[in-house]
T-cell receptor, first 116, second 112 residues
Framework: GAGVSQSPSNKVTEKGKDVELRCDPISGHTALYWYRQRLGQGLEFLIYFQGNSAPDKSGLPSDRFSAERTGESVSTLTIQRTQQEDSAVYLC??????????????FGQGTRLTVV | DAKTTQPTSMDCAEGRAANLPCNHSTISGNEYVYWYRQIHSQGPQYIIHGLKNNETNEMASLIITEDRKSSTLILPHATLRDTAVYYCIVRVRETSGSRLTFGEGTQLTVNP
């Protein structure tokens, strides 16, 4: 596709259920980022993948959160035993890499997660 | 990544230049200045980045002070559609890549 695609666009789940959020990055982009944005707040870094390097997981808020990425393709963010405070928009971004390192990041439209 | 400081909000009249400041007094020699914006209910959008020289593209100009401790994003002729939160980020740009950390940003409101 032309841009970063995220699915679903909206997800309502019951407290305690597990959810999976998907991100399809732009083809050829080596870097992939996940962010969380609560209502009225800024972007909170969650995790960063760069090619085959070990991911930077330093932003994951708890062990209920995990993310996987296969090679330089699709990524899945999983939230186990969801809580109401997990309600937010989850944004994914990807960026290409040139000799100087990562260039600008392109963001998807996000998945709006509501935990009821 | 170095911390940045931006005003919480700014107003600008439509058609006038919008000048958005950013302080990054602890910036390192290998850190670039990036600007993104987020229009309500959309994902952030890249605007421009630079190291030490002033930069210009079709969206904006970036002016970086000689000591690199601050910068200004200039939207030369602001329109109502430029109303958004503008984020200034400093970030190492290296072949191994690096995370992109957003601060609180500046809410720019362009008024008719």
């Amino acid at each position: 596709g032309a841009g970063v695609s995220q699915s679903p666009s909206n997800k309502v789940t019951e407290k305690g259920k597990d959810v999976e959020l998907r991100c399809d990055p732009i083809s050829g982009h080596t870097a992939l980022y996940w962010y969380r944005q609560r209502l009225g707040q800024g972007l909170e870094f969650l995790i960063y993948f760069q090619g085959n390097s070990a991911p930077d997981k330093s932003g994951l808020p708890s062990d209920r959160f995990s993310a996987e990425r296969t090679g330089e393709s699709v990524s899945t963010l999983t939230i186990q035993r969801t809580q109401q405070e997990d309600s937010a928009v989850y944004l994914c971004a990807s960026s290409p890499r040139d000799r100087g390192g990562n260039t600008e990041a392109f963001f998807g439209q996000g998945t709006r997660l509501t935990v009821v | 990544d170095a911390k940045t400081t931006q005003p919480t909000s700014m107003d600008c009249a439509e058609g006038r230049a919008a000048n958005l400041p950013c302080n990054h007094s602890t910036i390192s020699g290998n850190e670039y200045v990036y600007w993104y914006r987020q229009i309500h209910s959309q994902g952030p959008q890249y605007i421009i980045h630079g190291l030490k020289n002033n930069e210009t593209n079709e969206m904006a100009s970036l002016i970086i002070t000689e000591d690199r401790k601050s910068s200004t994003l200039i939207l030369p002729h602001a329109t109502l559609r430029d109303t958004a939160v503008y984020y200034c980020i400093v970030r190492v740009r290296e072949t191994s890549g690096s995370r992109l950390t957003f601060g609180e940003g500046t809410q720019l409101t362009v008024n008719p």
